[in-house]
């Protein structure tokens, strides 16, 4: 379905007014009632509920999200967030004030330990910390987990090595704890090259932070070779958990020797992304790395669950215990799915994206894939692609990332997409293959906001009305 937005410019026939400017209807009454008995003009009340509601559905079709339309935003994973979850976090009891005693909050306590143990249980993992609020809060509480296990060896370490395919809070997570960031090329077929990943280790090597499958989708066949290059330079094997969709109920980095990684539950368990605002990156850990965790921590005792600080814990990276309501959801989700609705969701997951490309006409090199595909917009600029993409109805994928594929369509459209919205997306994907620059150029055309200054808003944003300063 193809809609106009509404726009915010008044001299458009497609504006949508502030409830404040929408008047207020007056009547003229001619009445055969004596004049003293009537009045002369009559006001009627402000927008009715129906017209409040339509003004609300069209401000929110201002934006567009995975209820509107199918949203393939590669590495992102952008799955559809079930009612059920809100329900169950909107419940009276999930509100618990976050200073009550541990004694009157068990139920919480017990959700909270029943969501490490699944999470340890996905990943392969011996141990849980649900305190960090993204994924990329996950990335650092992990390496410096990382940092103070070498520290309590006294081997002080310099290094993170990092693919240059890889998201860019890899980089910036290593950095921010500390270490000089070492960046390694693929080898030809987008895997790990082995001899760089050789060259690059050494006794300075504190961990290699990696995602499997990789951000062009394909998995890391070597995976056990290159955990043994990494530990027998005593270096850590730190998963970017950003792409264990793919990998659900299927395969546990944990079992491929990764010793440290984090969950993105936004990603994988259907917990909404927001726009910045609260969410959750768990971290999991294997035993030798248990005692570092942030405090407090979860665990079970005798007859129920009580906080504890963990002996040589990195400290706190979160107030109290994280975004539990976003933990609730993770939690419910889990169980409502259960060990053969996850490992369906990854199945699903991966064909969706391998019939995709499929039917994708931009040249997709590399392949069979997993949950996620690179296609190459060749001559068109892979922004542009994505503006034209916009006016055919759907979501754009990720664009220009990685750069080891030349004007990449990095595409994820996740499990909950059917047949024909897969056909619609690939429809959206050939018709712009042939446009030429000039139309490509004039996209998009049918939303709210036309071609912004993508810099200026990342760097400069102005977030509320208020701060928005009357054009000269
Ligand atoms: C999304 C993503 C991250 C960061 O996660 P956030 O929850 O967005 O902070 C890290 N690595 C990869 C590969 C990702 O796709």
């Given at each position: 379905m193809i809609y106009d937005q509404a726009r915010w410019?008044?001299?458009?026939?497609r504006y949508e007014p502030l409830l404040s400017e929408k008047e207020a209807e007056t009547v003229e009454t001619d009445s055969p009632l004596p004049a003293d008995l009537t009045r002369d003009e009559l006001t009627l009340p402000g927008p009715s509920e129906p017209e409040l509601a339509r003004h609300y559905t069209r401000l929110s079709q201002m934006n567009y999200g995975v209820e509107s339309g199918p949203f393939p935003l590669g590495s992102c994973t952008m799955k559809y967030n079930p009612k059920f979850t809100e329900d169950l976090a909107a419940h009276?009891?999930?509100?618990?004030?976050?200073?009550?005693?541990p004694s009157t909050v068990q139920g919480t306590l017990a959700v909270m330990h029943g969501l490490q143990e699944q999470l340890a249980a996905i990943g392969g993992m011996d141990a849980v910390t649900?305190?960090?609020?993204?994924g990329a809060a996950g990335e650092l509480t992990g390496i410096l987990v990382a940092k103070r296990y070498h520290e309590s060896r006294d081997d002080e370490r310099s290094e993170v090595i990092v693919p240059?395919?890889?998201?860019?809070t890899n980089f910036a997570s290593a950095a921010m704890a500390g270490y000089d960031v070492v960046s390694i090329p693929a080898a030809e077929d987008g895997r790990v090259d082995l001899e760089a990943l050789e060259a690059a280790l050494?006794?300075?090597?504190?961990a290699l932070m990696l995602t499997n499958p990789n951000t062009l989708g394909l998995?890391?066949?070597d995976i056990e070779r290159i955990a043994e290059m990494v530990h027998d330079v005593g270096g850590l094997l730190y998963y970017d958990?950003?792409?264990l969709n793919a990998l659900l109920?299927?395969?546990?980095p944990g079992d491929m020797g990764f010793d440290v990684m984090h969950y993105n539950v936004h990603k994988t368990f259907a917990t909404p992304h927001g726009g910045g605002g609260p969410g959750a990156g768990p971290v999991g850990v294997v035993s030798e790395l248990?005692?570092?965790?942030?405090?407090?921590h979860v665990r079970a005792t005798d007859g129920g669950y009580e906080l504890y600080d963990p002996e040589r814990s990195i400290g706190k990276?979160?107030?109290?215990?994280?975004n539990w309501l976003v933990l609730v959801k993770t939690y419910a989700y889990i169980r409502r799915l259960g060990d053969e609705g996850l490992a369906d969701a990854s199945a699903k997951a991966v064909l969706n994206a391998n019939y995709l490309a499929s039917q994708v006409e931009y040249e997709v090199p590399y392949?069979?894939?997993?949950h996620e595909f690179v296609a190459s917009a060749g001559d068109q600029d892979a922004a542009d692609v994505a503006k034209k993409m916009l006016d055919h109805g759907v979501h754009p994928p990720t664009t220009k990332?990685?750069?080891?594929?030349?004007?990449a369509l990095m595409t994820e459209p996740t499990e909950v997409e059917s047949k024909r919205s897969l056909d619609q997306l690939a429809e959206a994907f050939n018709a712009v293959v042939g446009e030429s620059e000039e139309s490509l150029a004039e996209a998009?055309?049918?939303?709210?906001?036309?071609?912004?200054?993508q810099a200026s808003a990342a760097r400069?944003?102005?977030?509320?009305?208020?701060?928005l300063e009357p054009e000269e």
């Open positions: 410019t008044e001299d458009d026939e009276p009891a999930a509100s618990v004030h976050p200073d009550r005693d649900l305190q960090p609020p993204a240059d395919s890889a998201h860019g050494s006794e300075e090597t504190a998995f890391e066949r958990g950003a792409n109920g299927r395969a546990r248990a005692e570092f965790l942030p405090r407090p990276v979160h107030g109290y215990l994280g392949g069979p894939f997993h990332w990685p750069e080891t594929v030349h004007e998009p055309k049918r939303t709210a906001a036309g071609r912004i200054d400069n944003p102005r977030l509320s009305w208020q701060a």
